[in-house]
């Protein structure tokens, strides 16, 4: 999960967070990647589009992946209006109603991913997960809220720095949580919860140059290579020899993208013995050689200003 998040190089915007009371009611558009955020206090309805409204109460969190257009509301009848034009307070507080201690007091942050990575993540994701404060993780997740609404708007030193970190501690806790209480989440993601194919990924993640064969994964897994073949498949979604193909790939584009090794040393670095070989694969999975990509990641950063 840490190499997968690494990779995905998440970026957060928090807030501004919403306390209101009366009636009201805000309507956010679609967005890309994962939206995350719980109720401090109060209660309000969570009305996403496709989906059963669901009454959120103080303590409980959520997470949208790829999520259709929603509504936060005070009431299933109140009527909506465009959420965007409202969020644009100078504190890192929207008011809704009069200021009042029994007023829905809410923390949402964004989150956004590299393109090129984004659905190692949001492909997995269902585009609602809501964890109760009575829930087995729901007390962690309430305090991280509690703490990252907190920050928001204080002007304390480093408090971007500390609303980021929070943001990505919360997303991992809230992956957990989807997947302790889902049969079978998808991708990888599931498969960290077997222990055979769970070996296996953690094996293949901590040494990516290593020679892998189908015969020692198997082996590590404690099965044989057919019974280990179909598993992964059907718990990962690709063959195993794939998911390794593909996450050399995606550590390579990274690190061309960065420059920060020689096309041969790179080769070396995710297990292949040759710079053809390597480029083989990469052009085969990304569609461009590895010089070619690297040039093309070059110039934006050519055609800066600081560069001319």
């Avoid at 999960?1 to 009371?21: C, E, F, H, Q, Y």
């Avoid at 729901?138 to 703490?147: P, T, Y």
């Avoid at 897994?221 to 998911?243: C, I, N, W």
Wanted: proline share 7%.
């Amino acid at each position: 999960m840490a190499d997968a998040i690494s990779l995905l190089k998440p970026r957060t915007v928090v807030g501004p967070n919403l306390r209101a009371t009366g009636e009201w009611a805000l309507r956010f558009d679609t967005f890309l990647h994962v939206r995350i955020g719980g109720l401090v206090r109060g209660t309000c309805w969570l009305i996403l589009d496709g989906h059963e409204p669901v009454l959120l109460q103080e303590g409980d969190t959520f997470m949208l992946g790829n999520p259709p257009p929603y509504v936060l509301a005070s009431a299933l009848d109140a009527s909506p209006r465009p959420a965007q034009p409202v969020l644009a307070p100078d504190d890192g507080i929207v008011r809704i109603g009069p200021e009042s201690e029994d007023d829905s007091y809410l923390c949402v942050g964004h989150i956004a991913f590299d393109d090129s990575y984004a659905a190692l993540l949001t492909d997995l994701l269902p585009p609602l997960v809501i964890v109760r404060a009575a829930d087995p993780r729901g007390m962690q997740l309430g305090q991280l809220i509690a703490l990252l609404a907190t920050e928001v708007g204080a002007d304390g030193a480093g408090g971007p720095l500390v609303q980021n970190h929070l943001a990505q501690v919360l997303l991992v806790h809230m992956l957990r949580a989807h997947a302790g209480q889902t049969d079978r989440p998808a991708g990888w993601l599931g498969a960290l919860n077997e222990d055979g194919i769970g070996t296996a990924l953690r094996a293949v993640h901590a040494d990516v140059a290593h020679s892998w064969s189908l015969k020692e994964l198997a082996e590590i897994s404690h099965m044989s290579r057919s019974a280990f073949a179909r598993t992964f498949k059907d718990h990962v979604g690709v063959p195993p020899l794939e998911y390794l193909i593909q996450w050399r790939m995606g550590l390579a584009r990274d690190a061309l993208t960065r420059d920060t090794l020689s096309i041969s040393d790179l080769a070396r670095a995710t297990g292949y013995q040759s710079e053809s070989a390597f480029s083989t694969a990469f052009r085969r999975v990304v569609g461009a050689s590895p010089t070619k990509f690297r040039n093309q990641a070059r110039k934006p950063e050519l055609a800066s200003p600081a560069r001319q």
